[in-house]
């Protein structure tokens, strides 16, 4: 009886908080990829270390060091929540006076800017993953979906009711053709994805460096590696004129369909069934019919095709052309999109929440450096930190004192080469 | 809870091994009529190509004086066209079980020396005018080396049933420590030290989330490059663009073994090297012997096929594991520091995707040390030869020729799996309950 009235009753917060389900753990891997962040600013921004070490050269004082540290800290992840969200000053300064509505919305309009190709990508890579197939290539398939749109988009021209899809439907069949590639060799040969997409990201890099400093396709009368840029009729025009000054854009409802398009693909149609039933259990799913070899090509064209999409987007939305530096480095979506699609744990919803937070800490980190100095790529270890520990549940629960549910005892599947 | 199985292979039909060492032979003999056809016929008649011996060190010079081969370009391209197209046809009729692979490796390197010698024939377009064979396998032997080491961690690890995806990243960590250290104390010794112990957190850390939370090794390894990838470059803008002086040129100075070293075309290349090269010759040696000749050998290989039979028998599976990857990491470190010492100094990203080439290697040598040596320098080979093509005028973009050990990286990839048979519990959870 006093099981059923338990059952019954709403649980307290701090039952839920400490509960150990999935959001829980997200939260709290948020919190110790953020503490990570802090530990590496203190251990390397000289002017903290100097006040550590004043303590034994010069007596200062503990409270001292401590100030400067959190003062450092505090203005790095300070500038990094107002220059990807909003400043409350500026924002109280634009309710109160109504004007500097540009400057308060800027931050907020990057991140949404960044945010709609990463949620295409990873909702690419996730596919994959629910499939149990992972696609690290998806930066070289949206480089090269970025290349073929933006050819399409630069070399031909006609009205926008057709130049922009055709846009889009060329990045989504570059990204789908250096898909097809790892796809097709896994399915025929069993070639392991990993090796075959990493490489393949190369031979996009040296492809990507070839065609921008290649005569019909480099910018007319320039040395350096840019493309020519794309016709107007051709980009993501912004959402509120081009004359607004914010960035923000329609690649968000290119992105809110792909949301869409994913939920409907992975709970709704036969195929995402298919490809769900062999993430889940390959045995099983050949067993019932599947034909895992479709299955195998089908999946990195869809996830292939999205990071294609992933790349035109965020050409046609930001640079309106693409230079030998296209998605290099920081700015690689595509592997960002790996740790996106993980810590959404694969799922649409999911997915959008972290790409946001992820849009958020590298436009945030942008505006880290520019006012604190601090690198941006700390952006980027931050999060492969959090992904560490959404990775590992059991750990992020060891370290809260959470309790372990029976459901989230489950560990993941690791399977080897072949 | 599953947030991702990585590779459902079971339950997928591949490609007869027969039918793809058919597709395989083809390819080489397309290969060996496009070098006939282009670098040979297409060459004019009386060009020639010089290929030269001089060790880049001339302190090693051989006491005699070993002088210019002079070929015919065209002649010389032909036959090695014919030596790769009969190759192809032994392949296609003989279906060799084993080898498949190496033959599809040594037409890889054919074609880019035929490539290069095409490229430096004279009267050509070219300003270099010859070939210094010694040179490209010195410069070579430094890739394999580092590609040696990041497979002999991988050796290590996938042997006792972890996969090490991680190995870029012991590269990046390795390199980034070994060239401050390197800077501060001039000692490469300690900068070895200092590879090896990253290296080894790194396989700690890898170690510990997959075998004490059994995570996905792929994934962890994966984010753990990423991690180290970002860090790496954080810390160079961090520390070392405001303190140029720990991050100073440092070539790991050669130590040549005296006479041996004065050996035209060999001594150079084998008796002329960094600390590092011969310390990976002794690595080979001692990974090779502990794996298969001692007691200890025994039980990683049984934790790496058999892990429930190996504890039934009393052996530390856990252990074993956390010894090995943590083994494995630090070897990957010193090969971070080595390749920092063959490039003087630290740069993000300059590792370029070696560790995973590595990776291939070591599934091309059959996970064993002395395969992974032969893939090592098949790969080490066709990334230098590349890289040097940008010297001579070739007609094809530089950024072309740079895809080509990638691709071929690819090749072997493709045409190996399922004719090589990895370790059984390879990246699979262990639970020890």
């Known amino acids: 009886m006093t099981d059923a009235i338990a059952t019954e009753t709403r649980p307290s917060l701090w039952v839920r908080l400490t509960s150990g389900s999935p959001i829980v753990v997200t939260l709290f891997a948020l919190v110790l990829g953020l503490l990570v962040g802090a530990l590496i600013i203190i251990t390397t921004t000289p002017t903290v270390l100097d006040a550590w070490r004043g303590l034994f050269h010069s007596w200062s004082s503990p409270g001292h060091a401590l100030k400067v540290t959190f003062d450092n800290v505090g203005a790095a992840y300070r500038t990094m929540f107002t220059g990807s969200v909003v400043d409350p000053a500026s924002f109280w300064h ?3 006076t109504g004007k500097g509505w540009t400057t308060t919305l800027t931050p907020i309009s990057e991140t949404l800017t960044y945010a709609a190709p990463l949620i295409i990508a990873s909702t690419g890579v996730g596919i994959a993953f629910q499939t149990g197939i992972f696609n690290i290539g998806a930066n070289g398939q949206a480089v090269l979906g970025g290349i073929a749109g933006a050819v399409v988009g630069s070399m031909l021209h006609m009205p926008t009711v057709l130049h922009l899809p055709l846009t889009l439907a060329a990045g989504v069949a570059g990204g789908m053709a250096a898909g097809s590639v790892p796809g097709l060799l896994k399915a025929f040969t069993g070639a392991h994805e990993v090796i075959v997409t990493i490489m393949l990201n190369y031979v996009m890099y040296a492809f990507l460096l070839f065609v921008v400093l290649s005569t019909p396709f480099q910018q007319p009368g320039q040395q350096n590696d840019i493309s020519r840029t794309m016709d107007p009729s051709a980009q993501l025009a912004p959402l509120f004129g081009t004359g607004s000054g914010l960035r923000m854009n329609y690649g968000i409802f290119v992105a809110i369909a792909v949301v869409i398009f994913a939920w409907w693909f992975l709970e709704r149609s036969s195929m995402g069934f298919d490809f769900r039933v062999t993430g889940a259990n390959p045995s099983a799913a050949k067993a019932s019919g599947i034909n895992s070899r479709a299955v195998l090509v089908l999946v990195f064209l869809v996830s292939g095709g999205l990071a294609g999409l992933a790349g035109i987007v965020q050409a046609a939305s930001t640079t309106h052309m693409i230079d030998g530096g296209f998605l290099i480095g920081s700015a690689g979506i595509g592997f960002t999109a790996i740790t996106v699609a993980l810590l959404g744990r694969n799922r649409p919803i999911g997915i959008v929440w972290s790409s946001l937070l992820f849009a958020a800490l590298g436009v945030g980190g942008r505006a880290m450096q520019a006012s604190t100095g601090i690198p941006l790529d700390l952006a980027a270890v931050i999060q492969s930190a959090i992904v560490l520990f959404v990775a590992t549940p059991v750990l992020v629960k060891e370290i809260f004192r959470l309790r372990t549910t029976p459901t989230t005892a489950v560990q993941l599947a690791t399977k080897g080469w072949s | 809870m599953t947030v991702v199985s990585t590779t459902p292979a079971s339950g997928v039909a591949m490609l007869a091994p027969s039918a793809r060492t058919r597709v395989i032979a083809v390819i080489m003999a397309v290969i060996g009529v ?8 297409g060459s004019v008649a009386g060009a020639h190509s010089s290929l030269t011996f001089n060790p880049v060190n001339l302190s090693v010079a051989a006491p005699w004086h070993v002088g210019t081969l002079t070929l015919l370009t065209r002649w010389t391209n032909v036959v090695l066209g014919i030596v790769m197209m009969s190759i192809g046809a032994e392949v296609f009729i ?23 010698l095409w490229a430096a024939r004279s009267p050509g377009p070219s300003q270099v005018s010859f070939v210094n064979l010694t040179a490209i396998l010195i410069g070579s032997s430094a890739v394999a080396m580092v590609l040696v080491f990041g497979s002999l961690s991988g050796v290590m690890c996938e042997r006792s049933g972890v996969v090490n995806i991680a190995i870029e990243g012991q590269f990046v960590g390795g390199a980034f420590v070994g060239s401050v250290i390197a800077s501060t104390t001039h000692n490469f010794i300690y900068a070895a030290m200092g590879g090896a112990v990253i290296g080894g957190v790194l396989g700690l850390l890898l170690a510990f989330l997959s075998l004490r939370y059994l995570s996905d090794q792929i994934i962890v390894g994966v984010v753990l490059v990423t991690m180290i990838g970002s860090l790496s470059s954080y810390l160079n803008l961090q520390l070392l663009t405001p303190f140029p002086q720990l991050n100073t040129g440092n070539l790991a100075p050669n130590l040549a073994i005296p006479l041996l070293s004065k050996i035209p075309v060999i001594g150079p290349v084998f008796f002329n090297q960094t600390g590092f090269f011969y310390l990976m010759l002794v690595l080979v040696g001692t990974v090779s012997f502990a794996l298969f000749k001692t007691r200890y050998g025994l039980h ?38 080595a390749f920092m010492a063959s490039q003087g100094q630290f740069q993000p990203g300059y590792t370029s995707g070696l560790g995973y080439i590595a990776l291939a290697a070591m599934i091309f040598g059959r996970w064993r040390p002395s395969g992974a040596v032969v893939a090592s320098v098949i790969f080490g080979l066709s ?3 590349s890289y ?3 010297s001579y005028q070739v007609p094809v973009s530089i950024y072309i020729l740079q895809m080509f050990p990638y691709i071929i990286t690819i090749t072997v990839v493709a045409g190996l799996i399922g004719r090589v048979r990895p370790p059984a519990a390879d990246g699979l959870p262990y639970h020890h309950d």
């Open chain 2, 383 to 385: 990334v230098y030869l």
């Open chain 2, 388 to 390: 040097i093509l940008v």
């Open chain 2, 94 to 116: 003989r279906k060799p079980r084993r080898g498949v692979m190496l033959r599809f490796g040594g037409v890889a390197i054919l074609f880019l020396f035929a490539l290069l």
């Open chain 1, 94 to 96: 634009a309710v109160t």
């Open chain 2, 34 to 41: 496009f070098t006939v056809l282009v670098f040979g016929l």
């Open chain 2, 300 to 337: 990683v290989r049984a934790v790496g096929e058999h892990p429930q039979a190996a504890a039934s028998v009393g052996i530390n599976v856990v252990r074993v594991r956390y010894i090995n990857v943590v083994l494995g990491g630090a070897i990957a470190g010193v090969g971070g520091v």
